[in-house]
């Protein structure tokens, strides 16, 4: 038996086993995922209220050989847990930068921003602020219009370190956004402290925007908020028209969601982003 905290003794069991065994599977999957090229990356347009795109959020994907397509929530939280998101994370970050690189040469689309997920283990190892500037270095993709979504956690815990990595990065002009905001524990105070550029309302309260009078109040304080912190606010999860007006109506200038198109591989995005511009 080992010997856990506060005197409780926990025995070892076979289920145990079978989850250390899953956890030493997964961790060779991925790797190997990694190394056989199976992971990609989609992008969904964000737009203004005038219907402009004024950019994308990268999306993790992993095309498995069995099991096809896998979403980033079933293997997220189990990367994050065996630290494989800083090798992941690396490779998303440069994917994403080379992509955006190669579309800030193309006269026919408009500059855009790249949104990048970044998990709170990836954002708090000791060599983030390095392995950004070094991406961007490597790939050419300007500083500006790479923006990186964060979450609410990296406010609670550790937050001078937190704010002092967000310094460090802003000062070569990449910005943040706090993503899923609403749903986690972060304090005004707080808030107000983080050399943030834009809040992203989370999905669950767009959703039921127009049949919850309690989510239509929490989003109408962020919009405030955001409005007098002095922020941009976008929604996520748009898949209505209703739902896009009621938002427009409320102050919200910036929007994402199935409304508009699914998140889509380069060449698609690509192709939606040409044939939006010119029409
Ligand atoms: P998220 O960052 O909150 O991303 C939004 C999720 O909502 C995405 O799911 C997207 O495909 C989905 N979505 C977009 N529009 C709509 C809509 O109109 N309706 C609905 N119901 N859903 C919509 P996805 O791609 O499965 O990603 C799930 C989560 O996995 C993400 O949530 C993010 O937390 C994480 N993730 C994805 N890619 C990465 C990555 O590269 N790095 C890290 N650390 N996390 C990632
Ligand atoms: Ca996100
Ligand atoms: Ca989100
Ligand atoms: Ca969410």
């Not at 310094?167 to 609403?182: I, T, Y």
């Not at 912190?229 to 929604?235: K, P, R, S, Y």
Request: hydrophobic content about 45%.
């Amino acid at each position: 038996a080992k010997m856990a905290g506060r005197s409780t003794l926990r025995f070892f069991n076979p289920g145990m086993q079978k989850a250390v065994d899953e956890h030493v599977a997964f961790e060779a999957d991925l790797r190997s995922a990694l190394a056989q090229q199976e992971f990609s990356l989609h992008y969904q347009p964000q737009l203004n209220a005038r219907g402009q795109i004024l950019g994308v959020e990268a999306l993790l994907r992993w095309t498995q050989p069995r099991r096809g397509m896998v979403s980033p929530a079933e293997f997220i939280p189990a990367a994050e847990e065996t630290g494989l998101i800083l090798p992941l994370g690396r490779w998303v970050l440069h994917t994403a930068c080379t992509r955006l690189a190669a579309w800030q040469k193309q006269p026919d689309l408009a500059p855009l921003t790249m949104a990048v997920n970044v998990s709170p283990r990836q954002f708090r190892d000791a060599g983030f602020v390095a392995d950004v500037l070094r991406v961007l270095a490597v790939t050419g993709a300007p500083a500006a219009q790479l923006k990186l979504e964060l979450t609410e956690s990296l406010l609670v815990e550790d937050m001078a370190k937190t704010i002092a990595t967000m310094e460090a990065l802003r000062a070569h002009g990449v910005s943040f956004s706090l993503d899923d905001f609403g749903t986690g524990y972060s304090s005004l105070t707080y808030l107000k402290r983080m050399p943030l550029g834009q809040l992203k309302i989370d999905q669950g309260f767009v959703h039921d925007l127009l049949s919850d009078p309690n989510d239509a109040a929490i989003v109408r304080t962020i919009v405030a908020l955001a409005d007098s912190l002095g922020l941009e606010v976008i929604a996520e999860g748009v898949e209505t028209e209703e739902q896009r007006h009621w938002l427009a109506q409320a102050g919200c200038q910036a929007y994402q969601g199935y409304l508009f198109s699914k998140p889509l591989p380069a060449q698609e995005v690509e192709q939606l982003m040409q044939s939006h511009i010119s029409a």
